[in-house]
Nanobody, 123 residues
Framework: QLRESGPGLVKPSQTLSLTCTDSGGSISTQYYFWNWIRQPPGKGLEWVGRISYSGGTSYNPSLKSRASIYRGTSSNQLTLQLNSATPEDTAVYYC?????????????????WGQGTQVTVPS
């Protein structure tokens, strides 16, 4: 029901931009918080940030200065932008939705979890 999309290859220092689409439409309600989570190669899942139905955002402090999450023109889409990409941003990026604002990274703790999309920033 959630599908991530975007360029698989991003040059260093450029902006990484990904879109999450909720094809079912049922989670585009005030009860769900939309999250981005990523998993670098050989590492664990890392929470990137989230946006609420009303547009309020929260980010991983390690990324706050570079990350931006916002809703698109369509009510069932949202976008993640990560400025000044580095090779350390290479990861599989997941879009996920859950009820609640506490930070979670495990798929089982989300009501909806996307298939993920690979992004590579070459060195």
């Amino acid at each position: 029901q959630l599908r991530e999309s975007g360029p698989g290859l991003v040059k260093p220092s450029q902006t990484l931009s990904l879109t999450c689409t909720d094809s079912g439409g049922s989670i585009s309600t005030q009860y769900y918080f939309w999250n981005w989570i990523r998993q670098p190669p050989g590492k664990g899942l890392e929470w990137v940030g989230r946006i609420s139905y009303s547009g309020g955002t929260s980010y991983n402090p390690s990324l706050k200065s570079r990350a931006s999450i916002y809703r698109g023109t369509s009510s069932n889409q949202l976008t993640l932008q990560l400025n000044s990409a580095t090779p350390e941003d290479t990861a599989v990026y997941y879009c996920a939705a859950r009820i609640g604002t506490d930070v979670r990274t495990a798929p089982g703790q989300y009501q909806f979890w996307g298939q993920g999309t690979q992004v590579t920033v070459p060195s």
